[in-house]
């Protein structure tokens, strides 16, 4: 497997132990915090980034400042798998809208980002973290649907093992 990393941005915590579940799906050992999201990322091959969403589908405050870190770096031939946290019943209208930053930072960098999965089978109003009837990375409802999790991340999981 390519040199990987994942990155999350974590308020609660739930994001933090999803990060660690990939990790640990991946062997993966390189599992840091998005506050110590820095230019060294561009070091490895596969970044899996992934951030609960807040407010109007913001993504986690340690996020915020590495959002322009990471739109700045140079991710030619790197490639991005994205994973976020979201409440679908709580916030129907921005689930997992968080993972659309992200996205959106990633391509300004030149990644080729893994695409999500469908939206058939989540219960949710809207996000911008859909495109064309797909999320633009896993989404995941802790609060709601953890049984799904496991299921959902598979993809994930297979696909950044292949590359």
Request: proline share 2%; aromatic share 8%.
């Given at each position: ?9 974590s ?13 640990s ?10 506050a ?128």
């Open positions: 497997m390519k040199k990987t990393v994942i990155y999350y941005g308020t609660t915590g739930t994001c933090e132990e999803i990060a660690g579940r990939i990790a799906a991946l062997g993966v050992s390189d599992v840091k915090s998005a110590d999201f820095g230019p060294d990322a561009a070091g490895y091959d596969v970044l899996v980034l992934g951030t609960s969403t807040w407010g109007d589908g913001d993504v986690q405050d340690d996020w915020y400042g590495e959002l322009d870190t990471l739109k700045n770096l140079d991710l030619g031939g790197k490639t991005v798998a994205l994973f976020g946290c979201g409440d679908a019943e709580g916030y129907p209208d921005t689930f997992c809208g968080g993972m659309r930053a992200l996205y959106d930072a990633a391509v300004a960098a030149g990644a080729t980002v893994l695409e999500g999965p469908s939206t058939d089978g989540y219960s949710f109003e809207g996000s911008d973290a859909v495109i064309d009837g797909r999320f633009v990375g896993v989404a995941l409802d802790e609060v709601n649907e953890p049984e799904k999790t496991d299921d959902r991340l598979a993809a994930l999981i297979q696909a950044v093992k292949g590359l």
